[in-house]
């Protein structure tokens, strides 16, 4: 298992910490627009392991991460940006 990286840094470079740590990629395969499966090699134990890993580093309970539509590093991102973001806003103001 991977570990979490330390909470300095921007969002999107903590997941990509994390899924690159899991996935063990070359540095210059570390884009946005990288296929988690096609270019990356990706399989269903990686995205079970770097799902656990992103919930444990960003605080997620596993019920608020869908990583489902996922296909890119980017959407990862934007995954994880979007539960991040939900919850920054006040209940009043949701």
């Not at 990706?42 to 296909?71: K, N, P, R």
């Not at 934007?78 to 991040?84: L, M």
């Amino acid at each position: 298992m991977a570990g979490a990286p330390a909470p300095s840094g921007t969002l999107e470079d903590r997941v990509r910490i994390i899924l690159f740590d899991v996935l063990a990629t070359e540095p210059e395969r570390q884009v946005d627009a990288a296929y988690l499966v096609q270019d990356l090699g990706a399989d269903s134990l990686d995205a079970v392991e770097f799902g656990f890993e992103l919930e444990e580093a960003f605080e997620l309970g596993m019920d608020e991460l869908d990583l489902t539509s996922a296909l890119t590093v980017g959407d990862v991102i934007a995954a994880v940006r979007r539960v991040v973001d939900a919850r920054a806003v006040p209940a009043e103001a949701a």
